[in-house]
């Protein structure tokens, strides 16, 4: 398990109510489940139409049970921004 920080953007950081949190998980599934937790909600069907970046790498359609999280590491929850 790795611990790091879990940076929400635009309409995601609306729905948690926070700009970041700390994550203690092995995968990104993981770290979301958590989020999903801590935040039921309107943040967890906007996590459905985000997009995320791990450690500045886009995870695109790779399954986020297969992703690690690294020690220290950062995950940016990105939603659809208009215009682009």
């Known amino acids: 398990m790795a611990a790091g920080t879990i940076r929400f953007w635009a309409a995601a950081k609306s729905a948690a109510g926070v700009a970041e949190e700390p994550y203690a998980a092995a995968t990104l599934a993981e770290a979301l489940d958590g ?50």
């Open 35 to 84: 989020v999903r937790q801590r935040h039921p909600g309107e943040l967890t069907r906007v996590l459905l139409r985000c997009s995320f970046l791990v450690d500045g790498n886009p995870v695109g359609t790779r399954g986020h049970e297969t992703v690690r999280l690294a020690e220290g590491g950062t995950v940016e929850v990105l939603p659809p921004f208009a215009g682009g």
